[in-house]
């Protein structure tokens, strides 16, 4: 099976850059990928990683360290619209393609 | 809109009752996935269908069963409800294979609350 940790909470003021951490076990996974949902709407596609380093989208980028079983997704000029809840997943090589959330990070974007 | 529909939006029932979630997943997309998130809780996968047949179950309780149609429209059926069983449902859907690349694409979600 697999199981993603992130941190609960992160506080960030609107222009600065936060990083948010997402550790995992797995016994097999193709890639990471990163979701972004507001309160109470649809999770969003963000990102992949399916090979280590960094993948870059706009102000989103997303890091993927397999020999550290570790990844983050890092947001740059932070804006209060960026205020959501942020979920690492995996999709494991077990069969079908389906997706693990981690426990979600819900991000404060504050003036 | 993200292209999945699912319906309804709200669902208000007492404990006992049995309901049934629907979804149509985007135009092209085979794969359609139901998950369950609890208040302040993450997304847990419920089950998975692929042009029809079942790919894959989660934490899905036997209360629960869905199916896939011709069509791929799913739905998800939640049968003698518990107060526990109150929560956001949502279906994404998936061209297979790009789950991870293209990620899924999700509906807006049912909202269902038993009292």
């Known amino acids: 099976g697999q199981s993603l940790e992130q941190p609960s909470e992160v506080t960030a003021v609107e222009g600065a850059i936060v990083q948010i951490n997402c550790t995992y076990q797995t016994s097999g996974f193709y890639g990471l990928s990163w979701y972004q949902q507001h309160d109470g709407g649809a999770p969003t596609f963000l990102s992949y990683?399916?090979?280590?380093g960094l993948e870059e989208t706009g102000r989103f980028s997303s890091f993927l360290s397999r020999s550290d079983s570790y990844g983050y997704l890092l947001l740059q000029e932070l804006q209060m619209k960026d205020s959501a809840s942020y979920f690492c997943a995996v999709q494991g090589t077990g069969g079908g393609n389906k997706l693990t959330f981690g426990t979600g990070t819900q991000l404060k974007v504050e003036l | 809109d993200s292209g999945v529909t699912q319906t309804p939006k709200h669902l208000i029932t007492a404990t006992g009752q049995r309901v049934t979630l629907r979804c149509s997943p985007r135009?092209?997309?085979?794969?359609v996935y139901w998950y369950q998130q609890s208040l302040d809780q993450g997304l847990q996968f419920l089950i998975q269908?692929?042009?029809?047949?079942?790919?894959a179950k989660g934490n899905i309780l036997e209360r629960f069963s869905a199916q896939q149609f011709p069509d791929l429209h799913s739905e998800l059926n939640l049968s003698s409800l518990e107060l526990g069983d109150s929560a956001l449902y949502f279906c994404?859907?998936?061209?297979?294979?790009?789950?991870?690349?293209?990620?899924?694409?999700f509906g807006s979600g049912t909202r269902l609350t038993v009292v």
């Open positions: 994404a859907s998936s061209v297979a294979g790009t789950a991870g690349v293209r990620g899924y694409t």
């Open positions: 135009s092209g997309d085979l794969s």
């Open positions: 990683n399916a090979l280590d």
């Open positions: 269908y692929y042009n029809g047949e079942e790919r």
